[in-house]
C-alpha cells in the first residue's frame, strides 16, 4: 500500500492542523533510504521524572531507546519491531516493555532496568495474526496485563501475559476483525476501553472485556475534516483529572484531539511546523503521549515519527532518514485553547 521511498504525506513542507513547534528532535534510526522508524513509548520514572526513556521502532531492525534530549540510550538488534507499548508494575517487574514483531508474527518482551536505564530482551511468546503490526498493552481492572495484536488484514488477537519458568507467556481471550487494515490502537487502563484506527475507514471504540466481542462504536468516520486517510497512531495523555486521545491524521500530517474522561469531545487539530532549527513533521505513523512530569516538561510530552527528516522536503523525492519529534504538551494546550 505504502511506497518505500516516497513519503506518505506526498512530501508536505507542512501539515494542515495549527502550528506548534518541536522542542527536541531524536537522533534518526539506522536504515536509510527506507520507511523505516514507526512507533514510539515514554517512561519517566514515577519517582524521579527527570528520569526519562523514549522507545522507538526501527521496523526493519530493531528497537532504540532514547534520552529526553533525543540521543541514542540503547539499540537492541532484535529484527523488525512495528509497534512498541509499556506498563509499570506488571509480571511482577517495576516496567514491562513489548512490541510486535513481524517476522515472528507474535510479541517481543523486553526489560527495563529502572537503575541503570537499559533495555534488555525478555522474550517472544506467538501471538499469530495474518502479519503482526499494530500492538497495545493494557492492564484489566484485576491488574492483568492484556497484548493486543493487530494484523495487517484488520483481525485482532488479545491476550493476557503472565510469566512461566521465568519467561513471558500468553493465553489468547478474544479474537475479532477490524474490517480492513488497521494499526493504531491504545488502551485506556481506566475506563476499560480500547481505541482502534482502521486506516481508511475510521477510529473504533472498543471494551477491553473478552466478553463484548467483536460490539464497537465508532469515535470519527472517513471521510472526514478531522482526520484524513490514514488514520494511524493513537495515544492517550492524561492531564490532572482529563484524559486526551490523540490519532495521527497521516493524509494531511495532522493530529486530532479529544477529551475521552466522559463522552468523547473533539478539542481541535494540530501540525508540528519547521522552527527550533527544526523541520516539520509530516506523514506520521506512530505517535505516544505521557502527561505530568516528564524530564524539563512540566505538564508531559507528545513524541511523533516523522515520515522525512529532512530541510528542505519539498525538494527531496527519497526518506533519506527517518526519527522522532518531541512537542511540549503545554504547547499543544495553548495553541488548541483547551480548557
Known amino acids: 500500500m505504502h511506497s518505500e521511498l516516497i513519503s506518505d504525506s506526498a512530501k508536505m513542507t507542512q501539515g494542515t492542523g495549527t502550528s506548534v513547534l518541536a522542542a527536541v528532535e531524536t537522533v534518526a534510526v539506522g536504515t536509510a533510504n527506507l520507511d523505516a522508524a514507526d512507533d514510539p513509548e515514554i517512561w519517566a520514572d514515577p519517582s524521579d521524572p527527570s528520569r526519562v526513556v523514549i ?27 512495528n509497534n512498541v507499548d509499556l506498563r ?15 517476522v515472528g ?27 503482526a503490526y499494530g500492538f497495545c498493552l493494557g492492564k484489566t481492572t484485576a491488574g492483568d496485563l492484556v497484548t493486543i495484536m493487530i494484523g495487517k488484514n484488520g483481525d485482532v488477537a488479545q491476550a ?15 479474537r475479532f476483525n477490524v474490517g480492513t487494515q488497521s494499526e493504531g490502537c491504545v488502551v485506556d487502563d481506566k475506563t476499560q ?10 477510529i473504533w471504540i472498543y471494551s477491553l472485556d473478552p466478553a463484548t466481542g467483536a460490539a464497537r462504536t465508532a469515535l470519527v468516520s472517513l471521510p472526514s475534516e478531522i482526520v484524513k486517510a490514514d488514520a494511524e497512531g493513537l495515544t492517550l495523555l492524561r492531564d490532572g483529572d482529563k484524559t486526551f486521545l490523540i490519532a495521527s491524521s497521516q493524509g494531511d500530517s495532522a493530529f486530532a484531539v479529544w477529551r475521552v474522561d466522559g463522552a ?18 509530516t506523514g506520521t505513523d506512530g505517535v505516544a503521549a505521557l502527561g505530568g512530569q516528564v524530564g524539563p516538561y512540566g505538564k508531559g510530552i507528545v513524541v511523533m515519527q516523522d515520515d522525512m527528516d529532512t530541510e528542505g522536503e519539498a525538494l ?8 522522532f519529534k518531541i512537542v511540549d504538551w503545554k504547547e499543544i494546550e495553548a495553541k488548541l485553547q483547551i480548557k
Open 160 to 174: 493476557t501475559a503472565k510469566v512461566v519458568d521465568g519467561k513471558p507467556v500468553l493465553t489468547e481471550t478474544r
Open 316 to 323: 527531496s523525492t527519497t526518506r533519506a532518514r527517518q526519527n
Open 264 to 281: 468523547p469531545v473533539y478539542q481541535g487539530r494540530f501540525s508540528v511546523f519547521p522552527g527550533n532549527g527544526i523541520d516539520a513533521v
Open 193 to 202: 476501553k480500547l481505541y482502534i484506527a482502521e486506516e481508511n475507514v475510521g
Open 55 to 81: 522507545y522507538g521502532t526501527d521496523k526493519k531492525a530493531g528497537l532504540y531507546s532514547y534520552t529526553i534530549d533525543g540521543k541514542v540510550n540503547d539499540f537492541l538488534a532484535v529484527g523488525p519491531m
Open 105 to 131: 508474527n507474535g510479541v517481543r518482551f523486553f526489560k527495563l532496568d529502572t537503575k541503570t536505564l537499559k533495555t534488555s530482551d525478555w522474550g517472544f511468546a506467538s501471538l499469530a495474526t495474518s502479519e
Open 88 to 102: 509499570n508494575d506488571a509480571l511482577g517487574l517495576p516496567v514491562v516493555v513489548a512490541a510486535s514483531d513481524r
